[in-house]
Every structure is written in C-alpha cells, then in structure tokens.
C-alpha cells in the first residue's frame, strides 16, 4: 500500500494515468486529466460496476440521463435551498473554508455533520480551531454556499435561461421512472442506474482526485414497495461489500462501515450507510448506500404534477415506490483502488514498484516483448495476433529486466517474452506480475492458455 500521496500522483503522472488538468496553462486547481492508462482504468471500471450492477443483475435497467435538467428538476429534488456547505473564511488571510472540514482536520474522530451553523461557530472559537494558511483565530461568521454550477442556455443571458449542471445522476433516473417502468413493463422492485459527470463547485476540493469539482458518480436508484417485508438497504449494503472485495479484490481492514446518525442525514434520507475507505490522508467517505424512502417520487410528483405511482398488477393499488440508493465516484474509486493496488518491493537487484491491479481493470492484460532485435517482428506480429482478444501492448526498447519493471509499474498481469529458443521450440515465457514465476507456453497453446488466465 502507499503511504505517500505525492509519491502516488508522481508515478501515475509518469506512467500516463494522471496528469494535471491544463497543465502547461499553470494549471487549473483540482481538475486532473486523465492519460492513456487512467482513461483504460476508468473504463474497465465502469464497465465492471455496470456488469455487476446493471448487465448481470436480473432487477436492474440502464439509462444515461442529460446532465443539464429542467431548473423545476433541482426546485422539487430540494437541491436549489437546501443543497449547500457551510462556509468560512478567515478575516486575515481571506482564505475560505468549509466549516465542518477545519474541525473535522483537527479533531478526525468528531462528526460535524450534525451540528447547525451556530454551533460549529461555537465549537470552532470555543476549541480555538485557528486558521489553517495563517494560524490566526479571526473568522466571518458561517454563511451557507450553493454547491450547484449556474451557467445559462440560449443566447440570452438572464434568469429566465438560468439552468444548473446536475450535481448528482440520481435526479435523472427519478424524473425518468415512469418511463423505464412503462417501456421495459417492469415490476416492482426493480432498479435503474447510470454512470455520468457530475458538477458540484466545492469550497475545499483537494487530496487529488478523492474531492473534485467535476467527477463521475455511478449510482443505482432501487424502488420497491414500501410493504415489502424484505431489508433491500441491508441487500444493498451487501451488494456493496461484495463488490468491494470479490470483484476488486480489497482486504477488509482497509474499508470500514459508519451508519450516519440522525442529525446529520441528508434532506432525502431515512438512513445511510458510508463505506469509508482508509485512504492516505485519512478515512474518507467512498460509497454511500441511502434509504431515500418515496422523498424523490412524491416530490416530482407534486412538482410536475406528472403521476410517479405505480399500479400493482396484483391488487390494483396505486404505490408510491421507496428507493435505496447505492453511489460511488468513479475517480474515488479509481483512487482506493491505486491506493490498495500500489506497492514497492525488493527484490534481487534493488527495488521495483508494482500496481497488483486486479486483472479485470489493468489498462493492458499482456505486454509482448521480443528478447532481442532480431525478434522484433515475430514478436510483432504475435502482438497484433493477440490484439484480436485481449488488451496487449509492444514494448522493444530496453533491456528485459527494465521492461519488465515498466510493466509492473502500469500493472500488467502478464509478459509474452519470443526469446533464443522460440526459433527452435517455438514456445515463449509467460511472466506473471505479482510472482514473476515464469513458465514456458507452446505458440499454438498461447491463445487457449491466456483465455483461462483472462475469461
Ligand atoms: N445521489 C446521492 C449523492 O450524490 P453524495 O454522498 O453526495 O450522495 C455520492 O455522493 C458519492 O459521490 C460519494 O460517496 C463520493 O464517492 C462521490 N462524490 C461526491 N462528491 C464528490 C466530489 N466532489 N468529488 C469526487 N467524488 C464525489
């Protein structure tokens, strides 16, 4: 595991994962772009949450929603009034924070969560929380700041045209839930997801990519009746954790589970449950499981004056769904994954740094290599022969033993070395990453071979 978050963003910025966003422009603060190896990451990501989620789970639908909505959409979600953070800045330096956060640094064990605005200010000046940047103990008092992006559509530029980008996907599967229910002729309890962008115009972003201004979400919305004696927010809960650590594989001291007290819910939430990832800063919320009971449904409702109820086929009776809602950020993700998956081992002639990604999301399942020049374009045109199934790269330059640690270093599963005797046996030597155990592979076993490690 890593311990250092500059260690952890200078080998991804090196390896092509991440860079900063509009870097040769100095920069713009806490946006990150991702490079060849962090967009593959990305997508093999997605795509294992929509399988596990969506593909493969018989009750659930897919839908990818607009991120700009109908201004009504954030009126009637509460979003628009109620979607903000307490902010504070200090009368000295003009440096500006959320309120809960500084609190929070000093005192890692307190929820703040639940306290209102007049408290934290008392917590803050009785516990002598002193500016973070200059150290003094002189702060405005806590005005509340809107989380939404405002932008305008259209060319004219005034309230009318004020349109807000979505802070979360969620709205998006509620305004669409009778049309998914009436087209697909679902029936309760079924649940639709999606993956998007979503925009929230933090006060404090930061920690690299854990805390962005523009970051994607996958969320699940689970509507079922109400009546249902069965607990679809402890199957949630569970469905999480598997995924968590069967899919990718995490250990269970590395994440733990925090069931939010009342003060501190959410506007729309009966209940919720954090896991928290142990990341390097600290723990740190990474996916949220939510009893947003029929909050969602009722409000667009009454707001659109459009009927959310649904009709059981059964009794005829007119329900409005509740909902349990599993989100994560992707890039959240991404980083407990890095953070898990990151180590640095010694080994016979010095050290090596080694991504032990599982196999499913390594951007490249293979890298094939030729020993030597003469090898060059047998081992090139294996690489492209297996291109056709799985994700390989090329590498030729080099001598072996470095190329090999460049491959450890992205988190390639396996190396296809053509060496001296694949003239005379035609076999080559597979190495596995995280053993660096060898074995020699026949070419006309290779595809059958690879296919058991991959599929
Ligand atoms: N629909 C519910 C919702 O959006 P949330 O707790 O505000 O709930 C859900 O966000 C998840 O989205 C979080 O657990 C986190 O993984 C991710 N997330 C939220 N804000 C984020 C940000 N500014 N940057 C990156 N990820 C964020």
Redesign the pocket.
């Known amino acids: 595991m890593v311990t250092s978050m500059e260690k952890l963003i200078n080998h991804l910025k090196t390896q092509g994962f991440i860079f900063q966003g509009s870097e040769i422009y100095g920069g713009l603060a806490n946006s990150w772009d991702y490079g060849p190896l962090g967009a593959e990451l990305k997508q093999k990501v997605k795509d294992l949450w929509w399988n596990y989620f969506i593909r493969k789970n018989h009750y659930n639908l897919g839908l990818d929603s607009s991120i700009i909505m109908n201004t009504e959409v954030w009126k009637n979600s509460g979003h628009l009034g109620n979607f903000n953070d307490p902010l504070i800045d200090c009368k000295k330096c003009k440096s500006r924070f959320r309120a809960d956060k500084i609190i929070e640094e000093k005192f890692p064990d307190f929820n703040s969560g639940k306290l209102t605005n007049a408290q934290l200010e008392d917590f803050i000046n009785k516990n002598k929380i002193i500016c973070p940047k200059c150290g003094s103990l002189d702060y405005t008092s806590i005005r509340n700041f809107e989380l939404m992006f405002k932008t305008n559509q259209g060319v004219i530029q005034d309230d009318s045209s004020a349109v807000y980008l979505r802070?979360?996907?969620?709205?998006g599967i509620f305004i669409n839930f009778k049309n998914v229910q009436r087209s697909l002729r679902k029936k309760l309890p079924f649940g639709i997801g999606q993956i998007g962008k979503?925009f929230?115009n933090?006060i404090t972003?930061g920690n690299f990519?854990?805390?962005?201004?523009?970051?994607?979400?996958m969320?699940l919305e689970f509507f079922f009746d109400p009546d249902d004696k069965f607990d679809w927010f402890n199957y949630w809960i569970e469905e999480v954790e598997n995924f968590l650590t069967k899919v990718l594989g995490f250990k269970s001291e590395s994440y733990s589970k925090r069931v939010h007290e009342k003060e501190e819910l959410?506007h729309y939430s009966k209940a919720?449950t954090?896991?928290e990832y142990n990341f390097i800063f600290g723990r740190g919320?990474?996916?949220?499981v939510?009893h947003r009971g029929d909050f969602d449904l009722k409000s667009h409702s009454e707001g659109s004056k459009h009927d959310l109820t649904y009709l059981d086929p059964l009794t005829n009776k007119k329900i409005t769904p509740n909902v349990i809602?599993p989100?994560?950020?992707?890039?959240?993700?991404i980083l407990a994954i890095l953070t898990e998956s990151y180590c640095e081992e010694d080994i016979e002639n010095g050290t090596r740094t080694v991504l032990k990604l599982p196999k499913k999301i390594a951007p490249f399942q293979l890298c094939v290599l030729p020993l030597q020049k003469q090898q060059n374009d047998q081992a090139f045109n294996l690489y492209t022969e297996l291109l056709k199934d799985f994700d390989v790269i090329y590498d030729e330059t080099g001598n072996i033993g470095k190329r090999y640690r460049r491959q450890d270093a992205i988190g390639t599963p396996l190396c296809v070395t053509i060496d001296f005797e694949t003239e005379n046996d035609n076999c080559v030597t597979i190495r596995e990453r995280d053993s660096m155990n060898q074995k020699r592979v026949n070419l006309s076993d290779l595809k059958e071979n690879l296919k058991k490690e991959f599929f």
């Open positions: 802070p979360e996907t969620a709205q979503s929230r933090e972003p990519i854990f805390r962005t201004r523009e970051f994607e979400q969320e959410a919720t954090d896991f919320e990474l996916w949220g939510a809602e989100s994560v950020g992707l890039e959240r993700l």
